[in-house]
């Protein structure tokens, strides 16, 4: 697929990946590329510098993937499709029902409208959420769907109707299977905010961090900017039709993952263990690493940033735009 000219749609174009999407799509010779973003989770200031560019637009009337007639509009001349738009893993523990409406119906939608507006390719944000816990490391696309959780169970079945699309109507469409993502722009300070960003707020604020069990569970960890050229990539590939792990096939534990934060932040913090609650060890992951060999054989992505240099770039942009608030 080539991006010259090409008009393109990112729904969800305004959140964390979302942005950076956008952005990593604006350095190719596009001729447009529209936001279309209900801003429920997106923020205007994920995409301001790339509305600077005159390529860059905001859908204006309306950015819900519920709204089919909306969505279908949105898509007439467009070329090519992003599909990001979700409610996060701990939203949909709390509300199922909303969760099956956006992450189910609302990709049903988006599925129904590419074909009928003859889109020529979608990429989907999919999650390492479907495997659940490994079974072996590194996980390779064929590892089973052992996911006990709400969002994972959208995201499965996400797949399965991006893979009945293609079968039934020949929608070139790839799905890509996003380990644990981090990174500038990501919430820092909401319930739902991650790993990362919970530890850093902790530090910060001088106290100290805390992790739930021994600390040895383990999970791959993956900078935002690599994720957005993953899109890309799977875009511009030749392949029609796929499933691909997004990740670094490094695995990080929990401790190491906080003693690297603490390091980065020369603190002498000691972390607190706790024990985990009931609830906690319902859905547990101890252990989740991608392999990436299929997608740098396939789609030719491959990781740029350490988990070391993607912190410290994340430790920078906090403290350049106050999210640390130390003096």
């Known amino acids: ?55 860059c637009k905001v859908y204006e009337n309306g950015g819900d993937i519920r709204d089919l007639d909306i969505l279908d509009a949105a898509m007439k001349g467009m070329d090519y499709v992003f599909h990001l738009s979700a409610m996060w893993l701990l939203h949909c523990k709390d509300f199922p029902r909303t969760a099956f409406e956006v992450n189910i119906a609302g990709t049903f939608n988006v599925l129904e409208a590419c074909v009928k507006n003859k889109i020529k390719k979608l990429v989907y944000s999919s999650s390492a959420s479907v495997y659940g816990d490994a079974v072996e490391v590194p996980m390779l696309e064929t590892h089973p769907f052992n996911n006990k959780n709400f969002y994972g169970a959208s995201k ?5 109707m991006c893979t009945a699309f293609n079968d039934r109507y020949n929608l070139p469409v790839i799905g890509l ?28 604020a001088n106290e100290a961090p805390t992790i739930n069990g021994d600390g040895s569970q383990a999970y791959d960890f993956i900078y935002v900017e690599d994720v957005a050229k993953a899109n890309v990539a799977a875009l511009t590939s030749d392949v029609a039709h796929g499933f691909y792990n997004v990740g670094t096939e490094v695995q990080t534990s929990i401790k190491k993952l906080c003693d690297t934060i603490l390091y980065l932040k020369s603190s002498d913090l000691v972390v607190n263990y706790k024990p985990y609650s009931v609830d906690d060890t ?10 990436g060999k299929k997608a740098t054989d396939e789609i030719g992505f491959t990781y740029n940033y350490t988990l070391e240099e993607g912190l410290q770039k994340l430790i920078d942009w906090r403290i350049e735009t106050g999210v640390d608030k130390r003096k």
């Open 1 to 55: 697929m080539k991006l010259e000219q090409s008009n393109i749609l990112v729904i969800g174009g305004a959140g964390f990946i979302g942005g950076y999407v956008v952005k990593e799509l604006l350095k190719h010779p596009v001729a447009s590329v529209i936001v279309y973003d209900n801003f429920a989770r997106g923020k205007a200031e994920n995409i301001t510098l790339a509305l600077k560019d005159p390529r």
């Open 156 to 160: 499965i079945a996400g797949e399965a």
């Open 177 to 204: 299977r996003y380990m644990n993502v981090y990174g500038p722009g990501q919430d820092q300070t909401a319930a739902y905010t991650g790993v990362v960003p919970i530890m850093l707020n902790k530090i910060e």
């Open 282 to 291: 319902r859905a547990l992951v101890q252990n989740r690493i991608g392999s």
